[in-house]
Each structure stands twice: as structure tokens, then as C-alpha cells.
């Protein structure tokens, strides 16, 4: 039920966040870290990329650092997406479950995924967005401590 055959005449455009600081990467150069290296990010980037297709936007941020966590650890994100399917899912909770369904395994509860902020629109919403300005979404807020459940920061 999330697949769609609609094609689309929009620029796919596919962003991801990497390392530390914050770099924001075409799909050209997303390859120049090897999925190895961060293979959450991987594996977020290819089953959203499967499972909304056409894609008309999306960024994969890795918000990690600014949580308790290790260094280069894996377990926050951020997945900013735009495509067609979410026509078919009108509102953002149903848009919301759409993208945990995909990543079910990775946001269980033994999956390497602590905490996914969503935005998900349809590639209208995300062109009006972009046109009025209000197309860069901020980083989600900072670790207050948590419940002390993730390792300590190396």
C-alpha cells in the first residue's frame, strides 16, 4: 500500500546528513562515504527510497550528536520526504505510519533506531513550502538528558 506507480515529471532531489557538523550531500556525492561507514543512514535512505518512489525530495539527517550518545553512533534521525504516495495518506499520522511501517525494523525496539522526527509531504506541499520560504526544517532540540538508558557519550 505504499508503493505507486504515478510517475512524476519533479527533480528528485535526496539529501543526507553524514557526519559531524551537519553536511548535507547531493545523491551524487552521497557515495563518498561508504554505506559501511554508516550503514543506519543506508539503509533508511534505500528502503524510503524503494517504498516512496517516485521520490520528489528527501533528507536523511543523523541527529545523534546531539544526544548522550558515542561518537559516529547511529540512533537519531531526522527524515524530511516528499513524494506522490503521500496523497494517498492524508494526514500526518497516517504519513507518519506509512514511514515507521517501512522502517519498522530498524525502530523496534532492539533495532539500532532511537528516536525518528518526521516530516512527510505530498510534492506540492513540499514546492509551496519551498517557494514561501519555509523549506529549510530546523534540527530537532537537544538531548535533555534522557532516561539514562543509552551508552555514555566516549
Known amino acids: ?42 539503509t533508511i535512505e534505500t528502503k524510503l527510497s524503494k517504498a516512496f518512489s517516485p521520490l520528489h525530495h528527501l533528507e536523511v539527517r543523523n541527529e545523534s550528536h ?17 513524494s506522490p504516495v503521500f496523497a494517498e495518506h492524508k494526514t500526518p499520522l497516517a504519513r507518519h ?13 532492539d533495532g539500532p533506531v532511537h528516536a525518528l522526527s518526521i516530516v512527510a509531504k505530498t510534492p506540492e506541499q513540499w514546492d509551496k513550502m519551498v517557494a514561501d520560504g519555509k ?7 537537544n538531548c535533555r538528558g534522557g532516561d539514562g538508558s543509552l551508552p555514555k557519550r566516549k
Open 66 to 82: 546531539m544526544h548522550n550518545v558515542p561518537a559516529n553512533s547511529e540512533t537519531h534521525f531526522k527524515v524530511i520526504i516528499a
Open 135 to 141: 523549506a529549510d526544517i530546523g534540527a530537532s532540540p
Open 97 to 109: 505510519r506509512a514511514v515507521n511501517s517501512v522502517l519498522a525494523e530498524e525502530v523496534a525496539a
Open 1 to 42: 500500500w505504499i508503493g505507486s506507480s504515478a510517475s512524476s515529471s519533479s527533480v528528485f532531489n535526496i539529501r543526507s546528513t553524514r557526519s559531524i557538523p551537519l553536511q548535507l550531500k547531493a545523491a551524487a556525492m552521497s557515495t563518498s562515504s561508504p554505506p559501511a561507514d554508516f550503514p543506519v543512514t543506508h
